[in-house]
């Protein structure tokens, strides 16, 4: 399956991007003689974050929405029915909601240098069943907030690259409590997933490379969350890597589409918290909550390019999973949504269209060469 994907999306970049071949006479006919512009593609797909280093003495703010949906059981990569899955738990998860809502803040500090804050809002749901009995519950609140630095390494069109740093502050609960269908009656720890943060702190490398042309952007980007130690409640979420390649093509100066393959890998849980019971469903248990999964987002992103709502952007994305190997049993992703809001503050941040140098015509190249013929009397 994750072939066949890959394969499909090189079919799609030869649709979306029938220029991105920068070959020696297109590049010379058109060669830019000023910086990267504002445009539709030049910001990442909806659900990507941390891909551009913004200009010094500029505040790029954004707003991110991001939602998954999850049902039914895999282990690896096999269905598990619930019946069998309450063969071994006390009860079953049905269905599970995940929610955030992020604020962030990113200033450019020098040409190469600048810094970002992110502060996450989470909202986790999920329907449990016992053998009689079917009740949800929910938690909600702050997640982890996150301060990061970006250093550029490239900056010259048509290629930028950067590299990203940052820590992640255990701002997040890893104490909401709930009543579940097994114990109608006595509110307790929920599970691992159900929590808004991670209760420790973690470390968050990134990379990114972009190339733009006329026709549109192609990028490159990785992330990681590294945790450091357990938390209170003597446990430790499992470290995660997520890995983009994305294609977006510019239609005109309002819109572009995107689309990308985002393969995502998350261990399982270390420790143990002696009040989450691991009997009482997979969600409770440490070693069921790891996991691979490939998705191919597709959506489009807007760039207001005039009137009052100008440089404002806005983008969306349907999160398309197409293969998943958990350790389970465990719920997988049946679909997902992002979207975000952005705009720039400061100096810089609209710039002209880039300048294109023209061929030189060798008949004017001759004129201009030869000497005026004197008038005749």
Do not use: C, K
Not at 181 to 194: C, G, M, N, V
Not at 196 to 219: F, I, K, M, R
């Amino acid at each position: 399956m994750p072939r066949s994907s890959l394969a499909a999306l090189s079919v799609l970049a030869l649709i979306l991007l029938p220029g991105i071949a920068f070959t020696a006479g297109s590049a010379s006919a058109q060669l830019p003689v000023s910086d990267w512009t504002e445009r539709p593609d030049r910001h990442g797909p909806g659900g990507i974050r941390g891909d551009l280093l913004p200009r010094a003495r500029t505040l790029d703010l954004r707003l991110q929405f991001t939602a998954r949906s999850f049902e039914g059981h895999l282990a690896g990569r096999d269905e598990v029915p619930s019946l069998v899955v309450l063969q071994d738990f006390e009860m079953v998860p049905l269905t599970r909601t995940s929610l955030t809502v992020a604020l962030e803040a990113q200033a450019g500090l020098l040409d190469w240098l600048a810094v970002g804050i992110r502060a996450p809002f989470v909202f986790n749901e999920a329907e449990f069943a016992t053998q009689t009995l079917v009740g949800s519950v929910d938690a909600s609140g702050i997640g982890d907030l996150e301060a990061h630095v970006m250093v550029g390494l490239h900056d010259r069109w048509p290629i930028r690259a950067h590299l990203g740093a940052g820590v992640a502050f255990p701002t997040g609960s890893v104490t909401h409590t709930g009543i579940t269908a097994d114990l109608p009656t006595t509110s307790r720890i929920l599970p691992y997933p159900l929590q808004t943060g991670s209760g420790t702190w973690a470390l968050l490398p990134s990379a990114a490379l972009a190339l733009e042309n006329e026709y549109g952007t192609v990028g490159i980007q990785g992330t990681g969350r590294i945790y450091l130690a357990a938390n209170d409640r003597n446990w430790q979420p499992g470290g995660a890597f997520e890995g983009n390649i994305y294609m977006q093509h510019r239609f005109n100066a309002w819109i572009s589409g995107s689309a990308r393959v985002a393969v995502a890998r998350w261990d399982d849980v270390a420790g143990l918290d002696v009040a989450v019971q691991p009997q009482a469903s997979p969600m409770h248990w440490t070693l069921t909550q790891g996991g691979t999964r490939v998705e191919i987002p597709v959506g489009m992103n807007i760039r207001f390019a005039e009137g009052p709502l100008h440089g404002h952007r806005l983008s969306a994305e349907i999160l398309l999973p197409v293969h998943q190997n958990l350790s389970g049993p465990q719920l997988r992703t049946t679909w997902g949504v992002a979207a975000s809001w952005g705009y720039t503050f400061g100096r810089g941040a609209e710039l002209a269209a880039p300048r294109r140098r023209a061929a030189a015509s060798p008949l004017r190249s001759a004129q201009a060469a030869s000497p005026e013929e004197p008038r005749q009397p």
